[in-house]
């Protein structure tokens, strides 16, 4: 079993959407839980993150984290098309991060 | 700040070929990362060090080395290269957890 699993997408949605991005992980020794954003042939860069559960808001962006389902998301709202990019989770443990596969998506003007 | 610098941004290298991956940051972080990105694929962590003289080994560490002699360099070596480590290698640098910054990647080609 892979320690982040993400469903790799594509994802491609109208301007204005609710889009919904998320992974499941499996080790319980993650506090840490980052949202990184990629954009074609660029480094990723940091979005925002979560520590522990709970939920954090930064604009249209929103990430929240269930431990007790090993689950993470994040919501994006009233989507742009600058907002087409791949997203990957990253949950951090033991100076390590762990990235997921990553998700793709597209926002159709 | 220049941020984090790698160098070169393209190769093209032969099979057994050697070479070595440059990246510097000057924000003075501690902690420094290499990771490798195949197409479609998330970022594997290769070597990873929490300060100078310090490393240890990610995921994929096999037909790497690296080195960290200051805390500004962070050099990834390939010896005897083969077409599996075709792919896009990213350094990383971070002061603590909540924040992490990639260079702009190396675009390795094995042929």
């Known amino acids: 079993q892979k320690e982040v699993e993400q469903d790799p997408g594509p994802l491609s949605v109208p301007e204005g959407a609710i889009v919904s991005l998320n992974c499941t992980y499996s080790n319980s020794a993650f506090q840490y839980f980052m949202w990184y954003r990629q954009y074609s042939r660029k480094g990723p860069e940091l979005l925002m993150y979560t520590y522990s559960s709970g939920n954090k808001e930064d604009g249209r962006f929103t990430a929240q984290v269930d431990k007790s389902s090993k689950y993470i998301s994040l919501f994006i709202r009233d989507s742009q098309p600058s907002d087409s990019a791949t997203y990957l989770c990253a949950p951090y443990t033991g100076n390590q991060f762990y990235f997921g596969t990553g998700t793709s998506l597209t926002v159709i003007p | 700040n220049a941020g984090v610098t790698q160098t070169p941004k393209f190769r093209i290298l032969k099979i057994g070929q050697s070479m070595t991956l440059q990246c510097t940051q000057d924000?003075?972080?501690?902690?420094m990362y290499w990771y490798r990105q195949d197409p479609g694929m998330g970022l594997k962590l290769i070597y990873y060090s929490v300060g100078a003289g310090i490393t240890d080994k990610g995921e994929v560490p096999n037909g790497y080395n690296v080195s960290r002699s200051t805390t500004e360099d962070f050099p990834l070596r390939l010896e005897l290269a083969a077409p599996s480590q075709t792919s896009v290698y990213f350094c990383a640098s971070r002061p603590e957890v909540e924040t992490q910054y990639f260079g702009p990647g190396t675009r390795l080609l094995v042929l």
């Open positions: 924000m003075n972080h501690n902690y």
